[in-house]
């Protein structure tokens, strides 16, 4: 697989036309990596219009995660690995939330409130789910079964960015590694971004728990496999020279992490 892989569709709509859930970037060359990215998009069905929310608003951390996708498939180019891109905005349902997660469908975000997001019923909730979370979690399910059919190592890596103030208080870190039962592999990253120089959050500024976040418990705890939760300040990584610089940082750092936990735990160790 090269470049661009169509993006997933969802099998039921309100509407004749089929709805587009994520992309795929990148080739699979053999190596360990299987890169997923929850809050890279910002589009938004046009079924939802705008949400109520302007354009302006849209573009702030509320509605994605700022920088990650140029992160995102540069690392994908550079390794290379697969990237698994949600391609929706958060402000219609947050791809990282439980179905039924309170934070799932918000109806106002950082003080920004999302009237297209009011008073939902059931039906509503269930069309976003079936059109955009799902469609999005089971391709990353297809990709992580296909490679445990073949006995491969996989890493799974979520990648993600975050906001340089919140709530009028800086953040210091320049990332984050989140972990929650299995703390290996993070904290061996931990140790090699921190060599760089960078001031670097252990569980900062999120904390990675079985009901905080969806994607790596579910493809990655529940697999028994091998992950890493990144999180990078946002306004390092607003333009391309920034994101080529991560991008460029991670290609050199996540072999050496994996190499390392293979070297400490073996090879076959989940």
């Known amino acids: 697989m090269t470049g661009r892989e ?7 709509s309100r509407t004749a036309k089929a709805v587009e859930s994520f992309a795929v970037y990148g080739r ?11 809050h890279a998009g910002q589009a938004i069905p046009a079924e939802l219009g705008d ?5 302006t608003e849209r573009a702030r951390h509320i509605g994605w995660d700022i920088g990650i996708d140029g992160v995102g498939r540069r690392l994908a180019d550079a390794l290379p690995a697969v990237l698994i891109e949600q391609v929706y905005s958060r402000l219609v349902i947050d791809c990282n939330r439980a179905p039924g997660h309170p934070t799932s469908i918000v109806r106002e975000s950082d003080g920004t409130p999302v009237p297209g997001n009011q008073g939902l019923c059931a039906q509503d909730i269930a069309w976003r789910e ?26 799974v890596v979520a990648l993600h960015s975050f906001t340089p103030v919140m709530r009028g208080k800086a953040r210091p870190w320049h990332a984050g590694v989140l972990h929650n039962k299995d703390s290996r592999l993070a904290h061996i990253m931990l140790d090699l971004l921190r060599h760089e120089g960078l001031t670097v959050g252990d ?11 969806y994607t790596i418990p579910v493809h990655g ?3 028994a496999l091998p992950y890493i939760e990144l999180e ?12 080529a610089a991560w991008a460029e940082r991670l ?17 076959d160790t989940p």
């Open 28 to 38: 699979d060359t053999g190596g360990p990596f299987v890169l997923v990215s929850d």
């Open 221 to 223: 705890e529940q697999r």
């Open 232 to 243: 990078i300040r946002q306004d390092l990584i607003a333009q391309p020279e920034g994101q």
């Open 6 to 12: 169509p993006v997933g569709l969802a099998t039921e």
């Open 203 to 213: 569980n900062e500024p999120y904390a990675l728990t079985d009901t905080s976040d």
């Open 130 to 155: 079936q059109v955009i979370l799902h469609p999005y979690h089971d391709r990353i399910r297809r990709e992580l079964s296909a490679r445990a059919s073949r006995n491969r190592p996989t890493v």
């Open 51 to 55: 949400l109520g929310v302007c354009a």
């Open 251 to 267: 290609a050199r750092l996540l072999p050496q992490a994996w190499r390392a936990f293979c070297d400490r735990y073996g090879e």
